[in-house]
């Protein structure tokens, strides 16, 4: 077969104005999979941009309920083609069709759907706030086109055109332009069509949802820093981008970035010694699912020197070299994570099991477990947070409390960091790590891992720099994942007639939160 | 006198490690004033930063109270030094004592303190929000030392030592580097002596409150990118607030800028018609309020061709020509208002009335008065949007609402547009203007001239690039104001014994709002 897959602009599947084609690798055996996809040239961005700016325009009067309806409705769509989906998706990425795909990810696709439709219901994600007496009125309004480049590692739940920025970028009433990511295309075309689909059933505008795969990296940042473009939301590989926000930063457009992690989980001496082997457990199951490749993925462990420090090495030893390595998502997948290991070596640490290339016939690498130094790491902590995305863990052990709290003090920051202590006796430790831990990351766990991120109003899927590209804002948790995609606007002075439903007199829906004269309350005035 | 005014570090007034030095300008003389202020080298920004890393630390363990009780007793401490303070900055900035600086902007900039005070001690600002259910508790956390450059037309409301972003920042939880703005160095060193007296009064870290008066332009871009520094807020040239951007941006460190507005003003055929005198009144008022010299001073404003508007047009030259210049701050100013003007004039706009060079012997330029058509503006509309920051406006004439509309589509981001019309029978008119104009500007007023920025909670001094740096966040207004120095944290798992106490079970304060479970309430758990 010779054909291209057709992207989606402006409302229709057409053929991609192309400079070339690329194809999705199965890495189950690392060969390629049929279908051809476009790199888009700049002409088929351009047209995107100015389809999009059209959408924008249309959105900005339609109900809030249109936008919900089509949400719920692709929701719906969403769940019925689940098996086509997950085949798919299987197939473009080696991850577990059960319970992984079909059970997990999917479900909590629609479901995150579901609940931006809600959001966009209600609107309360758009902080209206009313001074009654100085006759000034605030809230979010949707910014305008989002650009949405997904990551490679949840082809439904954070893709391009069905993951969390999606939602909250037209739950904010903004159109979005996917890029598919390169090593799942064939899954975001099926995504797309159903959007397309469910849009055209619920009166959204044409170029509502539109889907490109690919660009040249030039292009790629000549999109995100776009007049026409209101902001752009990016999961991925922090090289690429830093590159897509400097881009972004020179336009003075808004980029939200989800980049690298390496997820510390600090265990106290009194937790080794009071659940070792639990912890090691917990710690195993986390690291290894999905085969390490979650953002949130716990990828560096910092235990103080001990005899119970050494058994729970060794027990992860052995399950690490006990367990077999899961699949990796693609070839570069594998490469990287060969390459992070080398590194890790390079600066010092000792592979207690695993390392080694990458195998060949599929993309995979051994389970690899290394471990150093609080010392050697403070030597040269920039090169030991390398991140190894995927199934390696680096150990970092240290003399004791103090040490630890020093290795904390010279991570980047992250999304994540857990602490486990022992159930008592150990709140003065507990103390000091969480202090130092707590200004590195996003989000601090205690006796629990990192990964499983829900979807709440009370996460935050987020982190100081270089794990995000601002401290200030979340990418998963409705409704605060919204304000990323709004522009505050205050009306001073207008009559009631011509202000935004949202800050009439009238509360719009009888139940929107509302910040009304320093009370929030669901009243109307 | 030879002496060097010292510097405010870590906790002691001491002398600057000076690359040279430098004199404010008394504007009303065009002299300088006797006292010599230090330009700082690297070693003395290193000393600040180090310094307020050691004031963050001790700030996150301080009781919400104390820093309240901070802000508040620096606010009276400014009540009392009232006379001192408008001496020195009538001296330095020729701004009018009365009502201007003494009844006016002194009351404002201790309110704002008193309110930042409020805010601190109820932490609503932070948004705590908890899921009982999921175990997550999430709200923003004080973020790291944050430097602030205020601009030159507020010497005590903006001043980077007692204005809306010190407040805010301090307020959030973080101490605050100073950098003055080099025309009124001395009015920024009586301010710092006042907080400094107040922060030793009430126990507040040493360094939380740093004050250096200017440094190299490499070095001031430097000071934003360090590690040490959690964020900036700048107000000020575009110019060299995207310098700065750069720099911050480069680093991954959020930097919030008040750049350049020309705060369209579009007033329909109807209200020409209706009340052009009136409106005239208000619009000469405005724009020549302080010599022009606002943020939201109304700088363009663009009318419908008719009768009436060619009497409002006479009745703004005859009132620009009949009121005398006011003082404007600096040389500076005078000389880019003159260059602005030349600017305009080379687009292809005509001198209604003032225009020609600065004066000599003060710091004042004819009030100036431009006007040109809609379809010049449309040909070259980046220049004609040159800022004219000062007493002077441009008039563009449209044929028509439609061409009023696509005048309004060819401006840049602003902070303000304000539209007039009829109080009867423009509504679609009106509709039109509207729908355009409100993605323009973070502030869209009706029959209401911009000029006047109410510490209100549905204020939004923000806007869309290039009027600030990001379409979401307000430089005025509280609480909002605080979340752009603030850090989003989620603690997931974490007893409550070990959370912040905005986020326990109990009510910190008894009436903190706070989101629990999908609901704003003020309740316990």
Redesign the interface.
């Known amino acids: 077969m010779s054909t291209t897959e057709p992207v989606l602009i402006a409302g229709r599947w057409r053929d991609a104005d192309a400079t070339s084609t690329f194809q999705a690798t199965d890495p189950n055996r690392s060969e390629p999979i049929e279908n051809r996809f476009p790199v888009s040239s700049w002409a088929d961005c351009d047209e995107a941009l100015s389809a999009a700016v059209v959408a924008f325009e249309e959105m ?1 009067t339609l109900p809030r309920e249109t936008i919900a309806a089509f949400l719920e409705r692709y929701a719906d769509r969403l769940d019925a083609a689940k098996e086509r989906l997950v085949e798919r998706a299987y197939a473009e990425t080696g991850l577990a069709k059960s319970p992984r795909l079909s059970d997990v990810e999917l479900p909590r696709t629609s479901g995150q759907l579901r609940k931006a439709a809600a959001a966009a219901r209600s609107g309360d994600w758009a902080m209206p ?3 009654t007496r ?1 006759g ?3 809230c ?2 949707s ?2 086109p989002v650009c949405v480049l997904g990551p490679n590692n949840f082809p439904f739940a954070f893709n391009s055109v069905s993951g969390g920025d999606f939602a909250a970028a037209i739950a904010a009433g903004n159109p979005v332009i996917a890029k598919a990511n390169s090593s799942h295309p064939g899954t975001s075309q099926l995504l797309a069509e159903e959007a397309a689909e469910a849009a055209r059933e619920t009166g959204m505008p044409e170029a509502a949802v539109q889907l490109i795969y690919r660009t040249s990296h030039e292009d790629g940042e000549r999109l995100v820093a776009d007049p026409r473009i209101g902001a752009t939301g990016y999961t991925g590989s922090r090289t690429a981008g830093l590159k897509l ?2 881009a972004a ?6 980029i939200y970035l989800e980049l690298s992690s390496v997820n510390p989980v600090v265990v106290t001496p009194g937790a080794l010694r009071e659940r070792g082997e639990k912890i090691a457990d917990e710690y195993v199951t986390s690291a290894l699912m999905g085969s390490g490749q979650f953002c949130t993925n716990p990828g560096i462990l910092v235990l103080p020197a001990s005899d119970d420090a050494e058994r729970f090495i060794a027990t992860l030893a052995e399950r690490y070299g006990a367990t077999a390595p899961g699949t990796l998502l693609s070839p570069g997948v594998a490469k990287s994570l060969s390459e992070a290991i080398e590194v890790l070596q390079a600066a010092g640490a000792e592979v207690l099991t695993g390392g080694g290339p990458a195998e060949t016939g599929r993309c995979a690498v051994p389970n690899t477990l290394l471990r150093t130094t609080a010392k050697k790491f403070l030597g040269d902590p920039e090169r030991f947070q390398t991140e190894a995305f995927g199934n390696a863990s680096l150990i970092v052990v240290a003399t004791d409390t103090v040490q630890m709290v020093e290795v904390i003090k010279a991570l980047e920051g992250n999304l ?1 960091g857990c602490i486990y202590a022992a159930a008592e006796g150990e ?1 003065q430790d ?2 000091k790590l ?2 130092a831990l ?2 590195k ?8 891992m990192p990964t499983g991120v ?1 979807v ?5 899927h ?1 982190g ?3 794990s995000t ?6 990418a998963v948790g409705i409704p ?1 994942s919204l ?2 995609f ?10 009631n ?2 202000l935004p439903e949202l800050l009439r007199d009238a509360n719009p829906t009888g139940s929107t ?1 509302r ?1 009304i004269d ?4 669901q009243k109307s005035l």
């Open positions: 900005r706030t009313i001074d100085g000034l009125r605030s979010f309004r910014l305008g926000k400097a930063d020179r336009a003075g457009k808004p994540t709140e507990y103390a969480a202090y707590e200004p990351v996003g989000r601090l766990l205690n006796d629990k829900a709440s109003p009370a996460m935050n987020g100081p720099y270089p590209g601002h401290p200030g804002f979340t605060a304000v990323r709004g522009k505050l606007t205050c009306f001073d002075q207008v009559p007639q011509r939160w910040y320093g009370e929030w309350t």
